[in-house]
């Protein structure tokens, strides 16, 4: 399971955000010189052959040299590297253009080609933008199988969804080349590895809605569904619009999920959950619904938290989000949801009321993170209790200062104490204490 944060089972809600390890994509780019250009197929392999005396046969105006009986091992890579790189090409001009034959034509069989296929159709259905699969690094380990050589290389998948004037996200997968009689042939290739993978559309063939501002992505068996949801994400995403503290989303992203993908899609996620927001990219953050156990009328309302948590954390490595700002990072997306309605009215008032009783609440905010098998309405309690302390901040010291707070807090890891003097003009301690007045005002507790 993704590591997460989460949501609660009121009326059979949980809301979680998985986090993500997005830092290994600018680890990985740091060696350089062994990354390609991913152009066309004719396009120079310019990067140098990973050879400390430099290789003639990658000259920066040509392609390198058909290796020879007796050439050294660097002739070899560079050779293998140009060709693969050729063919990945290829294939981004074949995803660009729809071309399905052309995509699956370096598949060395019917196994790879049926992945490759299903990739295919899920993107051209979300409508990939913008793609470019290049080597980010190798080939390495050069093995003979079956008499052939076979490579193992690191692909890098760059894109974005529907717009093509666009920052290209990044996902790394691992793949294996054989070079045959046919040409370099793909006999492997792994999910993402960069990412909570498996990202949805590596192991499902899916439909997509596609809206102004939000994307449902469905398998499809659950089409109608995705289609008949797209208003209220259109809705739900217009409202995250306002809250967001990154780069504004191309679009929202929300899979809908069937019982085995929701086991499966990001690595899974809590039982009790039936929504998460996940970083799939070093800027891009995903949803996924559980389809069954969201009913046609709460949708909308779920998708304003998970969305809320997508404009208030993407972009960001949110590791520590289980951790002693869980209170904020559940209390604006649930402000999200809120949107500005009356605090009176908020729906989690009556177990926020228990848990302050029944638990002896006394403000600590960095405490109120429930656990796993905690009762509902604990955990109920717990994200109601969040909601009430970040509208106390918006309150009681300004919406917009709050944003201030939330985003140096949440995205810029600084720590409360030192935020709160310089932002709220107040003690971190003094404003708990006032929160706690409020809440505690709000609920009649
Ligand atoms: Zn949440």
Redesign the pocket.
């Known amino acids: 399971m993704a590591p997460s944060?989460?949501?609660p089972a009121k009326r059979r809600r949980g809301?979680?955000?998985s986090l993500v390890i997005v830092l290994v994509v600018g680890l990985l780019a740091v060696p350089a010189a062994i990354a390609l250009t991913g152009g066309s197929p004719d396009t120079p392999a310019t990067a140098a052959a990973p050879s400390p005396t430099g290789s003639p046969a990658a000259s920066p105006t040509g392609p390198p040299a058909s290796p020879k009986p007796g050439d050294p091992p660097y002739v070899k890579v560079a050779w293998a590297k140009f060709r693969i790189n050729g063919e990945l090409a290829a294939m981004s001009d074949a995803l660009r253009k729809g071309d399905l034959a052309a995509f699956v034509r370096p598949a060395a069989d019917k196994k790879i080609r049926g992945e490759l296929e299903r990739r295919f159709r899920s993107l051209r259905a979300m409508r990939i933008s913008n793609v470019q699969l290049t080597a980010d690094s190798g080939p390495f380990d050069d093995k003979l199988v079956g008499g052939w050589s076979e490579w193992g290389v690191g692909v890098g998948i760059n894109h974005c969804f529907v717009v093509s004037d666009c920052k290209p996200d990044k996902m790394l997968v691992d793949t294996t080349w054989r070079d045959s009689p046919a040409g370099y042939q793909l006999v492997k290739i792994s999910t993402s590895t960069n990412a909570n993978g498996p990202q949805p559309w590596e192991v499902a063939v899916l439909t997509a809605a596609v809206g102004s501002r939000a994307m449902v992505v469905a398998p499809k068996a659950l089409a109608s569904r995705a289609r008949a949801f797209l208003p209220a994400a259109e809705r739900a995403a217009k409202i995250a619009d306002r809250y967001v503290l990154g780069k504004k989303p191309d679009r929202y992203i929300v899979y809908l999920a069937g019982p085995s993908d929701w086991k499966k899609w990001f690595g899974g996620s809590a039982d009790w959950a039936i929504g998460?927001?996940v970083p799939t990219s070093d800027e891009r953050s995903d949803i996924v619904l559980k389809a069954e156990d969201i009913s046609g009328g709460y949708a909308e309302a779920v998708m304003k938290?998970?969305m809320?948590?997508v404009a208030t954390l993407s972009g960001r490595d949110y590791r520590d989000v289980n951790g002693e700002n869980w209170w904020l990072?559940?209390g604006i997306?649930?402000y999200v949801e809120w949107d500005g309605r009356p605090v009176s009215a908020y729906d989690r008032e009556q177990n926020a009321r228990r848990l302050i009783r029944e638990k002896k609440f006394t403000g600590n905010l960095e405490k109120l993170v429930p656990d796993d098998d905690a009762p509902d309405w604990q955990i109920d309690g717990a994200?109601g209790l969040g909601y009430y302390a970040t509208r106390c901040l918006a309150d009681q010291y300004g919406h917009a200062k709050m944003l201030r707070f939330a985003d140096q807090v949440l995205r810029g890891g600084r720590p409360s104490e030192a935020e709160a003097p310089t932002i709220l003009g107040a003690e971190w301690s003094a404003v708990s204490k006032r929160c706690l007045a409020y809440t505690k005002q709000k609920v009649g507790a």
């Open positions: 944060v989460e949501a809301l979680l955000v998460f927001a938290h998970e809320g948590h990072t559940e997306a649930e994200y």
